[in-house]
């Protein structure tokens, strides 16, 4: 793509001032910024009218999850499905690690954070100790899919290498960046990040399959016949991974997904909680979810009472189906560096649009999702703030409740 011609592209699209500052740029610079234009996905930008007209469904208790009690009780029947599939090589996992440290105070990506006290102990290598404990009862390793960020991919490669790879067979582990899509201010009119470069974020949770299709790894589900997909966040530190029982229970409640779930501690707790929408399974985010429902109580227990930790199984086949541009785009209100008036600015405030695809509208899609209740305070330590709830110092309690040395 030419000049002339982005300049024609843009005006067709009311996008020119992205060649705002293109006779300031060396010949380096032009080429780039114009090969940028010219892969920007421009038709994003509709979907802030979109969500303008976008009403929820009726919304409803998800039903009975599938209890602690009974997951005791059932636990050898439900293990045993598990352990066949995952001696079988039909399960994978999926690490979310696109995010930085940035909220505990921390440069580096999330995952590299020392949870240690004693000793160098890092999220990622408590996530990793996890996957272990399975490998060591098939023998088997499964492979795991790491999507990081165009930020920080090179820095968490490099982590793993220096570490080994924390004793994983290194072509398990397959590394792969999260797809990016432009930034807008509230008029759709896209951000320049520098003079030469679009301002560009990552595409929310839910892109996490398109992102690993788009990166040529789907090669790697078809040379290995998987069937499951266990997918699960960085944030949390008692991660149980590729879980047989969680696997297990899934399948045998034929059911196209699951998701691990804990009982909300109180109605404001900020996690989102696994609903019914219209008949579908859906996750209604905390900020989203209206008074009423939010303190509704029956028989002592709140009634939308099941907390997801992001940690869900999802059917392959049934993943395929999502790809296509089948995922809603979502409107998050962010401070955005940009360009203005020949200098990038630093917002204090929300001054524009990314667009998120997100993990609830996956589950939403399969159909059906198993609610599977894991305890609290074995399975659901999140480090999200440097202190207070849900913060490395509240991780570091559960890691020395469950026996972890720090």
């Keep these: ?43 994003i930008i509709k979907n802030i009218e979109k969500n303008k007209t976008v009403k929820r469904g009726k919304i409803q208790p998800a039903g009975d999850a599938v209890s602690v009690q009974e997951i005791k009780r059932r636990r050898i029947q439900f293990e045993t499905v598990g352990l066949n599939l995952l001696s079988e090589n039909k399960v994978g996992a999926v690490l979310l690690a696109g995010g930085q440290g940035s909220r505990l105070g921390y440069s580096g990506p999330k995952g590299t954070f020392n949870m240690g006290l004693t000793k160098e102990l890092s999220i990622f290598e408590l996530q990793m100790n996890s996957i272990k404990k399975i490998t060591e009862i098939t023998g088997r390793h499964f492979p795991l899919f790491i999507m990081t960020s165009y930020t920080n991919n090179a820095e968490t490669v490099k982590f793993f290498e220096e570490r080994n790879y924390f004793g994983y067979p290194r072509d398990r582990i397959h590394f792969y960046i999260q797809d990016v899509a432009p930034t807008c201010n509230f008029d759709g009119k896209i951000y320049l990040d520098e003079k030469s470069r679009v301002s560009i974020a990552p595409n929310g949770n839910g892109g996490w399959y398109s992102s690993l299709i788009n990166s040529g790894l789907g090669r790697v589900l078809d040379r290995n016949n998987i069937e499951w997909l266990n997918v699960y966040s960085v944030d949390n530190v008692l991660q149980k991974i590729c879980d047989p029982a969680f696997i297990g229970a899934t399948v045998i409640k034929q059911c196209r997904c699951g998701a691990k779930v804990v009982k909300k501690a109180g109605p404001d707790e900020k996690v989102g909680v696994l609903c019914s929408e219209d008949g579908k399974p859906t996750i209604i985010e905390y900020y989203e979810m209206p008074e009423n429902l939010k303190n509704k109580t029956k028989k002592g227990e709140l009634v939308y009472r099941y907390g997801v930790t992001l940690n869900y199984l999802f059917n392959v086949h049934d993943l395929n189906l999502t790809l296509g541009g089948k995922l809603p785009y979502h409107l998050a209100e962010k401070a955005i560096a940009h360009m203005e008036n020949g200098v990038r600015v630093i917002p204090d405030k929300p001054c524009g649009y990314k667009f998120e695809t997100l993990v609830v509208d996956m589950v939403k899609l399969m159909g059906s999702c198993l609610a599977y209740e894991v305890e609290r305070e074995i399975e659901f330590a999140p480090v999200k703030n440097a202190t207070g709830n849900d913060s490395v110092e509240t991780a570091r309690e559960l890691l020395k409740h469950n026996g972890i040395e720090l």
Excluded: D
């Design 1 to 43: 793509m030419n000049y002339e011609r982005a300049k024609t592209y843009l005006y067709q699209r009311g996008q020119e001032q992205l060649l705002e500052y293109y006779e300031e740029l060396s010949e380096s610079e032009r080429k780039a910024l114009l090969n940028q234009i010219e892969n920007l996905n421009f038709s």
